[in-house]
């Protein structure tokens, strides 16, 4: 062996020595909050350090659908994520479809305002949301938490669909109305189809960003069986109270939909863009 060999050697186990450790130090926590989620324990103080050597239990996932109001809180969470999620690729969609298609008067005003309003924190707006709801009733409701969502949602992405609608060739448009094709047809049918991939992105990220939100949940909702996965999670590590292992069999169930939802979404939104149409 040479010395450059020598040195190339070391450089490999250097190498495979600091991304194991990364890894190590990544993938533990992970499986240690699946060991607690099995665990027959319920404080994180009774755990072992090794994953897995206290046993292996079902009765915390029993017990979610059981003695506690997992079920209802995780179909509250999925009814306001997914209508979060169609609300804002609807709206968005088609405000930016205006935006990006129609010359009218305070067009630039009006999405400057637009981007204005995305600079600022949703939390800057907290007490004005709150006093909203109340006035229109929506405290303590999902629809409430739903508006709250979308209304956030819009700005940024009207103008994030309205930059890639701008590259999509007009000469579509002026094809399909030659063809007596009116502006919502076209909007359905020509574009729609070609701006796939950033639609489905939208959908996805619309979905996501209320699926374990704590702070809006936390303002808005009151009753026990208006709580999301987040509130209702959270009551199982307060200062009264100390269920981990609970805890981590709620947070693993919640994973699992959550990365096939993800999964399927992303194979599609890759397809998507391999079927994307003509540019300017």
């Keep these: 062996m040479t ?6 050697l070391i450089n490999k186990i250097f190498i495979y020595a ?3 450790v990364i890894s ?3 993938i533990y926590p992970l499986i240690y909050v699946v060991s607690g989620a099995f665990a027959p324990t319920n404080s994180i103080a009774s755990l072992n350090i090794i994953p897995f050597k206290d046993g292996f239990t079902l009765d915390h996932f029993v017990d979610l659908f059981t003695k506690k109001h997992y079920g209802r809180w995780f179909l509250n969470t999925l009814i306001i994520a997914g209508e979060t999620s169609g609300a804002t690729v609807v709206i968005a969609s088609l405000s930016a479809y205006v935006f990006s298609r129609f010359n009218f008067k305070f067009k630039k005003s009006f999405l400057m305002s637009l981007l204005i309003l995305q600079i600022f924190p949703s939390f800057v707006g907290m007490i004005a949301i709150y006093v909203i709801l109340l006035r229109i009733n929506g405290l303590d409701t999902l629809w409430g938490l739903v ?12 103008w994030l669909v309205k930059n890639y609608m701008d590259t999509v060739s007009k000469s579509l448009d002026e094809a399909a109305r030659i ?3 009116s502006h919502f047809r076209v909007f359905a049918q020509i574009i729609l189809p070609v701006t796939k991939p950033i639609i489905t992105f939208l959908a996805i990220t619309s979905f996501t960003a209320p699926w374990m939100d704590f702070i809006f949940p936390k303002m808005i909702l009151r009753s026990p069986e208006k709580q999301t996965l987040a509130l209702g ?3 199982f590590v307060t200062e009264k109270k100390n269920e981990f292992t609970i805890f981590a069999a709620g947070s693993l169930l919640v994973s699992i939909p ?10 599609t939104l890759i397809s998507s863009f391999g079927g994307a149409a003509v540019k300017e």
């Design 258 to 267: 959550f990365v096939i939802f993800f999964l399927l979404s992303q194979k």
């Design 147 to 158: 508006l709250v969502y979308v209304a956030g949602n819009i700005p940024y992405n009207t």
């Design 18 to 20: 600091v991304f194991s």
């Design 3 to 8: 010395k450059e060999d020598g040195i190339n």
């Design 233 to 235: 999670l959270f009551g």
């Design 179 to 181: 063809d007596g094709a």
């Design 24 to 26: 190590i130090l990544v």
